[in-house]
């Protein structure tokens, strides 16, 4: 089997090799082709995952090129994980809001949808190359903002098209250990838009459990989401909200938190991952060196994730239960072996609606657990969401709504209106001036007119 990995230079890469080296099921991954457009950072990354590999005797091989077509020739499964603007664009995104006054986070608020402008018409061009090039293959999609450009992937590849995210894994798996149980002995029920979501009950032997754990303030505030909302926000709630919502219901401390800091978390990474490259890049390293340093640097970007949120809720730094990730890595694997092999799994997933959210139209892409199968997702009926999560889920899918439109026709006018229907802009005039800064400041966004 032929894996394709798109942004196959990107510091995540390693996470998606290392699971395919524990398979040793048959049928499992045999080659992977790195796509990137960067060949410096390919090769860094051809030479971590040599590392890797070191004698491991069926290790998948690896090819690395710049030529999107060559990478999609006769891939069963494609992984897409680009960054369009590279870390540069995040950071501008997130200055450029701040100086606003609105949040600028990748994937939430003026951040996310100025990255989504940016991602969705390169995404579509993915999406038309793929359905040229490798027709059966299917795209796992991990691209942020992964829901709106899952939906902008999906008007061409229809339903072989799936995005993955780990936060609703994590937080799933993280509730499940306290409760008492192994994760895969409990369901999830878990309902939103990607990064807006909630987990509204746990049933382990068919009995939902998360009314024992929000009775019990000091379990609740024993793991990350637990302290960063707080027990009695999430007692009113009755429910577990996904980590990004904390952008939401803590939205001007959050701005705050952000304009006070020294640097975002865009240039950190940006900084932090330049200093990672150079290093690993030299010439002639020791056996193992590369690995050893993305080993390093991957540790301190675990340990500063959302930093900033938590001194707002005023909890310090990650403890060592949090720094497990919810593992997209395992989630795609998990994914791949249902759909290639027909092993029947239970996943949450972003996928189309098909009626599965009554305030949403069939095509629009939503996050929830789904069943799949060697025909791919089918999302698993749920329960209504309460008045307040509606607000938020159709709100938010409005603003995603006018990025793929503006995107469509270049208007520049859809873009303001996808700035101005977020929850999280809250003014017409701030949102013509977030368009006139990003259309300024990234080259991506020149087809604005």
Known sequence: MRLTILGG??????LVYGALLGDRAEGRVSHVTLYDEDSGRLRVMARVLADQAAGIADAPAVTATTDLDEALRGADFVFSAIRVGGLDGRAADERIALAEGVLGQETVGAGGIAYGLRTVPVAREIARRVARTAPDAWVINFTNPAGVVTEAMAEELGDRVIGICDSPV?????????????????????????????VRGLRIGGRDELPRLLADARALESFEEGRLFGAEWLRSLGAIPNEYLHYYYFNRDTVRAYQEVKQTRGAFLRDQQQGFYAEAGRPD???????????????????????????????????????????????????????ARDERATLILNVRNRGTLSVLDAEAVIEVPCLVDANGAHPVAVDPLPLHAVGLVTSVKAAEREVLAAAASG???????????????????????????????????????
């Open 9 to 14: 230079g990107g510091f995540r890469v390693p």
């Open 170 to 198: 994590g937080l799933g798996r993280r509730i499940a250990r306290l409760l008492g149980a192994r994760p895969g002995e409990a369901w999830i029920d878990y309902v939103g838009l990607n990064h807006l979501g909630w």
């Open 411 to 449: 208007s520049r006018a859809d873009a303001v209106k996808a700035f101005a229907l977020h929850p999280l802009v809250d003014s017409v005039g701030v949102a013509r001036r977030l368009v006139a800064g990003y259309a300024a400041e990234h080259p991506g966004l020149g087809y604005l007119r």
């Open 285 to 339: 390293p020791a056996p193992g060196a590369a690995l050893a340093a993305w080993d390093r640097t991957r540790a301190e970007r675990e340990a500063t994730y959302m930093a900033e949120n938590r001194e707002v809720a005023g909890v310090g730094e990650r403890e060592e239960s949090d720094l497990e990730s919810g593992g997209y890595e395992k989630v795609a694997l998990a994914l791949m072996r249902a759909i």
